[in-house]
């Protein structure tokens, strides 16, 4: 089966993808009976002026029938022609209505999309294999039964309109022309909105369909996704070295600030959280957290500290508290002022009586 182990929703990269090969999702159904209805009210709305029309041209030629008896070359051009520009007339707007209407619906479904791709020439297109195969797949099969159904349904709409009026067309039999010029015009005009209408709702089934084979179509197996996300976010294993290598870099930084620290709280191994306070700082206003690490990264901390004489305290339900609601570089919530505060104040008073040591020294 050609959708077999496709049991993954597009992503929007695929759907993407095949948007630009002009792989877009569009019901032609919708397309015809757009096209056909803006037509029909087309002649509709025309119809008197297509009628006087028709009746002045039938009144010119029959008028000058007479005249006309033996006509030479180049009168039979000039005739030709005029009959040729007369009938331009009438079907211009028509086909102008027509055409837009069709490059309306489709744009409308497919989002002002305009590939070139459906058109590159491809060997595949023209294999006699790819053919066959397209000659009996399920696509064909339903189109077929598509295309049975609308000439059987339009042919039935001919047939009760036919057989409703039977008696009308034969009495039409030498009657004035004019006459039956109208009543088919108004004829085709009814058959063609009985038409529309039932095209309407077998449109809506047939872009339903479609709707739901295009989703089918593109469908991607799990392995796809899977390379599809390597390819927009980098090999995970790669991924994971960039952050290790990332984290790596970020705890150099860190450590280099833990000599700066005013203290280091600890619990007594496990958590570590380094503790700056500047009075003169314009950016902080409160103790700020320079550096924090568990495990290793605490023990690591805890030896910086040492060898820079900054004072290690132990203090467990402080530092993991710190550890847990404060970023590095963040100050310290007001609930811990005062902790902190008592801290600081130990600090400084081993720094002052350092001081005052070496002083007597």
Not at 77 to 89: E, G, H, Q, S, V
Not at 124 to 147: M, P, Y
Not at 287 to 304: D, E, F, N, T, W
Request: aromatic content about 10%.
């Amino acid at each position: 089966m050609a959708y077999e182990g496709r049991t993954e929703k597009a992503t929007p990269k695929k759907r993407e993808d095949e948007r630009k090969k002009g792989n877009i999702f569009q019901s032609r159904e919708v397309v015809t009976v757009f096209t056909l209805a803006a037509v029909a009210l087309l002649l509709k709305t025309l119809a008197p002026l297509y009628f006087d029309y028709i009746k002045q041209t039938v009144h010119y030629y029959f008028g000058r029938a007479p005249e006309d008896s033996v006509l030479t070359i180049n009168e039979t051009r000039t005739i030709f022609n005029d009959i040729l520009i007369r009938i331009l007339i009438l079907t211009l707007p028509l086909a102008v209505v027509a055409s837009v209407s069709a490059v309306l619906a489709t744009f409308a479904q497919t989002r002002m999309n305009i590939s070139r791709e459906p058109i590159k020439f491809k060997i595949s297109r023209v294999s006699i294999i790819n053919g066959f195969r397209g000659l009996f797949s399920i696509k064909s099969a339903v189109e077929l039964v598509k295309s049975i159904i609308k000439v059987s349904v339009i042919s039935y709409i001919l047939y009760q309109k036919i057989s409703s009026n039977i008696n009308t067309i034969l009495k039409m039999i030498g009657s004035d022309i004019l006459e039956a010029v109208y009543w088919i015009a108004g004829t085709v005009i009814s058959i063609i909105l009985n038409i529309c209408v039932v095209l309407f709702v077998f449109s809506i089934f047939d872009y339903l369909y479609q709707w739901w084979e295009y989703e089918r179509r593109i469908r991607m197996t799990r392995q796809e996704v899977k390379d599809e996300y390597k390819q927009s976010e980098g090999d995970p294993l790669v991924r994971g070295r960039i952050r290790e290598r990332q984290r790596s870099i970020a705890n150099i930084r860190m450590m280099a600030r833990v000599p700066t620290a005013d203290f280091v709280v600890t619990n007594p191994s496990h958590y570590a959280v380094a503790i700056k306070y500047d009075p003169d700082s314009e950016s902080h206003k409160a103790p700020v957290v320079v550096a924090k690490g568990r495990g290793y990264i605490a023990l690591k901390i805890i030896s910086i500290a040492k060898e820079n004489r900054v004072t290690v305290t132990q203090n467990p339900v402080l530092a993991r508290a710190l550890y847990k609601l404060v970023r590095v570089g963040g100050e310290i919530p007001p609930k811990f002022y005062q902790a902190v505060a008592e801290i600081l104040a130990f600090v400084y008073n081993l720094r002052k009586r350092d001081r005052l040591y070496e002083i007597k020294k």
